[in-house]
């Protein structure tokens, strides 16, 4: 879709909301170096949220929504939880159907769009908590995986079921006391990163979104391979401050200590030789570019 | 008016797909259109129809009887009349690829049966809210533990509260017919719902009939997902941020009226497909001798074995009709009132243990002591003609069955 289509009959412009002014005057689309430094200027795609003061999840969301490589020909698919409370406000196309079903919906969604567009790009970006992506839907996040389904997978791990009030889940960890795990959690976190890179996946990165530099990078990098290579998936730290008695202002903090060397959530990323040829090529078109502007 | 197609499709008319087909006016297609002779299992048909229904996405999973129907569309993928075609994980997930299929803008297609309806049934309230014409074909199965695979109308019942259209076809020619009409109604604009077109396992999908098929190079005009009263997902059409404030975790007025709205919407919309349905099927029953005293009231085939049953009684000297339902969503409320408003007494042949029908039947009629629950077969039982005669007769007190010996 190009900005022709989201043009306001000028009779109607004065009693338009404001975002979607914003979103006609403001819009990022179609520009090719978009990013999280665009984040307070174009508020087009995002701007109000409806989570809890200072929740990193709602950081997140901010820099996957600048990141998106293509947001004008992105359709994003939710599950039920923390994130279905933020997809009313984004202004991408975005389906909200069960809980736990959201790889499902997208490999429907991305073959539909193939079928009805062929040649034009049309990127599908799953955004899911935990509980959907490893637990209730787990059964369809790796099947999607091994069918090569061509989308990118977003998991926001906060170690637990936030939206319902804080209960174990399958991303939580061990030992740790919450609802459901009474005498604390009796196994292991699961590592859906590694599953994912035995399942097919041809990028995963596991890490926190304390940097919206970082968080831009893996998100361009899944996106643009789903594209072209094959199934990405992206486990992102968004910890739930309220269930883990923390304070608006901690988050940010939160997620710098989990991150540290030797920690739950430092830095991993899996990618495959064919995966990194094709971000060469990337970078090195990028390159050329500059070369032929300098 | 009924069954409109839009400026996008009506532009289509007359010109080929990819595979040679001309996109043909539904109601030409349905009623004008030359047609041929074939000898063909219920599979068979389901195949042929799809052939000519356009269809973009076909999610297929493997569940007795309908795992051959589902594999032959995977034929026609391979021979370029379907655009996608996968096998899903489960027939949970199998109705979610349906759905962001249909998010996406697809006209999609799938088939289940018993277990398989019941596993995938969060989805279809889902696809009703989300206005989904997905067309599923149910070809009814046991749903019952110990494990059955055998014929049995059970999960029909669960449908009926789900809000998406259900028709349930007697013969194999209906089966050709509706897969076809189903997608015309469902996806008027001012219906836009997901449609169920049952059919007895294995009585029909099994079983060899003479057909009549349409010419194979005639097709429906493909689906126009811009005539949905909401957006398509595609990106095609401006994104708004829906609310502020999601409805899901509100507890106020506005919110619970939301809600309760958006049902009633989706009911009315049900409703509103009968006047669609009733030029596409002739009405939502048929009725046959209504003005006797005696009615069948039936649907699916039980409405084969009540037509048998009928010619035995006449052989007795009973005079009995035949009200045959089409349509189990919208329900024929008034039709069925009108048609059995002579009868004293109405009898209700089902192969399910419940009688759903019946107990549709008895929330319906007026002087609901003339419905006699039954004869019920179940768990893959046959329900031979001699069983509803038996019942009638004892009911009524009519002497002693000659019928009685045959085939001792």
Redesign the interface.
């Known amino acids: 879709?190009s900005k022709e289509?989201?043009q306001i009959c000028p009779e109607f412009y004065d009693i338009m909301?404001p975002?979607?002014r914003d979103?006609v005057e403001q819009a990022t689309f179609g520009k090719e170096d978009r990013g999280w430094k665009d984040i307070g200027q174009s508020k087009e795609l995002i701007e109000?949220h409806?989570l809890c003061a200072g929740c990193p999840e709602s950081m997140a969301f901010r820099y996957i929504l600048a990141s998106l490589p293509n947001p004008?020909?992105?359709?994003m698919?939710g599950s039920t939880g923390c994130t279905?409370?933020v997809?009313?406000?984004?202004?991408?196309?975005?389906?909200h159907?069960?809980f736990g079903?959201q790889n499902?919906?997208?490999?429907?969604?991305?073959?539909?769009?193939?079928?009805?567009?062929p040649g034009k790009v049309?990127d599908v970006v799953v955004l899911a908590g935990d509980g959907a992506t490893v637990d209730i839907g787990l059964?369809?996040t790796l099947?999607s995986w091994f069918?090569q389904e061509k989308f990118t997978t977003i998991c926001f791990d906060n170690e637990l079921y936030a939206n319902t009030g804080g209960q174990e889940s399958g991303l939580m960890q061990k030992g740790f006391v919450a609802k459901m795990a009474p005498v604390g959690k009796q196994f292991e976190k699961v590592s859906l990163p590694e599953i994912a890179r035995e399942s097919g996946c041809c990028y995963v990165v596991h890490c926190t979104v304390s940097k919206p530099n970082l968080v831009e990078k893996v998100v361009r990098n899944a996106v643009l391979l789903a594209r072209e290579v094959g199934p990405t998936y992206l486990q992102l730290y968004t910890p739930c401050i309220l269930e883990i008695g923390k304070d608006s202002m901690e988050g940010l903090q939160e997620m710098r200590d989990a991150e540290r060397p030797g920690e739950r959530f430092r830095y991993k990323e899996y990618i495959t030789d064919t995966a990194k040829q094709f971000l060469a090529g990337i970078d090195a078109q990028k390159k050329e570019k500059v070369a032929v502007l300098v | 008016m009924a069954n409109e197609l839009s400026e996008t499709q009506r532009s289509l008319i007359g010109t080929k797909n990819k595979k040679g087909q001309t996109y043909t006016d539904p109601n030409a297609l349905f009623f004008d259109a030359p047609r041929t002779t074939a000898f063909y299992t219920g599979s068979e048909v389901i195949k042929e129809a799809i052939r000519r229904a356009s269809v973009d996405v076909m999610v297929a999973y493997p569940i007795t009887p309908q795992s051959e129907a589902a594999a032959l569309i995977g034929e026609l993928y391979a021979e370029g009349y379907v655009a996608d075609y996968m096998r899903g994980e489960s027939e949970f997930a199998v109705m979610s690829q349906c759905a962001g299929a249909a998010f996406g803008g697809a006209r999609v297609f799938t088939t289940t049966a018993g277990p398989g309806t019941m596993r995938a049934f969060e989805n279809f309230p889902m696809w009703v809210g989300s206005r989904l014409p997905i067309e599923m074909i149910v070809t009814c199965r046991g749903i019952n533990s110990p494990l059955s695979i055998q014929p049995d109308t059970l999960e029909i019942y669960f449908l009926l509260g789900t809000g998406m259209l259900v028709w349930h076809a007697e013969t194999a020619q209906e089966f050709f017919d509706w897969i076809l009409k189903g997608y015309i109604v469902a996806e008027q604009p001012d219906v836009h719902l997901p449609i169920a077109v049952c059919c007895d396992g294995f009585f029909v999908t099994h079983t060899k009939d003479t057909v009549l098929l349409t010419p194979s190079d005639l097709c429906l005009p493909p689906y126009d997902p811009y005539r949905s009263p909401v957006p398509c997902m595609d990106m095609e059409v401006p994104p708004v941020r829906m609310m502020r404030d999601p409805f899901v975790m509100k507890s106020n007025y506005i919110s619970y009226m939301t809600h309760a709205s958006w049902q009633e919407e989706t009911r009315a919309a049900c409703e509103r497909s009968r006047k669609h349905t009733i030029p596409m099927l002739g009405g939502l029953i048929d009725d046959e001798g209504d003005d006797a005293e005696i009615l069948l009231v039936a649907s699916g085939t039980a409405v084969s074995q009540s037509r048998e049953a009928i010619r035995l009684l006449e052989d007795e000297g009973i005079r009995v009709g035949l009200v045959k339902i089409k349509s189990l969503r919208p329900f024929p409320f008034h039709e069925l009132r009108e048609a059995t408003k002579h009868a004293k007494y109405i009898f209700v042949p089902e192969f399910n243990v419940i009688g759903w029908l019946a107990t549709e039947l008895k929330a319906a009629l007026p002087d609901n002591h003339r419905i006699i629950d039954g004869p019920h077969v179940a768990g893959g039982m046959t329900m031979p003609a001699e069983v509803i005669v038996e019942t009638i007769q004892k009911t009524l007190g009519i002497g002693a069955m000659s019928l009685a010996g045959r085939g001792s």
């Open positions: 879709m289509k989201i909301p975002e979607y979103l109000e409806s004008e020909d992105t359709v698919v279905s409370l997809f009313p406000h984004v202004a991408v196309h975005n389906i159907s069960l079903n499902a919906v997208a490999s429907g969604l991305k073959r539909a769009l193939s079928v009805r567009f049309k059964d369809m099947q069918r």
